[in-house]
């Protein structure tokens, strides 16, 4: 940030009163611009045994596959959030949606929250921002051509549940960036 939202002023870099961490703070009007994580929502749409992927039509990433998520947006619960990328990416509709899994990636300032999501039935297509998408059973996942670690470590976390038959809660850091 170089300018301030509020009145236009120039910003200084610099720890305000009673903070611990640096800060864009605006000398003219005093407004403190706070960056915060962004929240990455998304689902793991189901259909029987299988789960939907999407090959994705932008970037970062381009044609690597991926689950259905995205940026939350403001004035939006995160439930709603992952309905409207799962319908946006892939065209399909989801319900009975479940919590997950919450990954912490501090190293780019993102939290991803993830859902278990039912298919009520095998309706689906690509998005503007999607190459292809399709249902995948554990061995036909595209493993080394997976978009994201988060979403590598919600798969892995999921199949190896479906094999258990237990599914239960996933928190976890990610403290490495994926190998691109």
């Not at 029987?48 to 939006?76: D, H, M, V």
């Not at 946006?88 to 989801?94: D, K, L, P, R, V």
């Not at 190459?131 to 670690?149: G, I």
């Amino acid at each position: 940030m170089k300018y301030c939202s509020d009145c236009g002023a120039r910003l200084s870099y610099r720890i305000p009163k009673n903070d611990d961490r640096p800060r864009f703070i605006c000398d003219r009007c005093g407004v403190i611009h706070y960056k915060n994580p962004n929240m990455v929502v998304g689902s793991i749409p189901i259909w029987q045994e299988s789960i939907l992927l999407c090959r994705r039509a932008i970037e970062p990433r381009y044609g690597k596959w991926t689950l259905p998520a995205g940026f939350l947006e403001n004035g939006e619960t995160v439930e709603a959030g992952a309905k409207r990328e799962t319908l946006e990416e892939a065209g399909a509709s989801i319900v009975e949606l479940k919590p997950y899994a919450l990954y912490n990636l501090a190293f780019i300032n993102q939290v991803y929250i993830m859902f278990r999501a039912k298919l009520p039935e095998p309706l689906f297509n690509a998005g503007h921002e999607s190459l292809e998408v399709r249902l995948f059973k554990r061995h036909e996942v595209p493993w080394n051509e997976l978009a994201f670690s988060a979403i590598h470590k919600t798969l892995q976390d999921y199949f190896d549940d479906l094999e258990k038959g237990i599914f239960s809660f996933h928190m976890d850091d990610i403290v490495q960036k994926w190998d691109y």
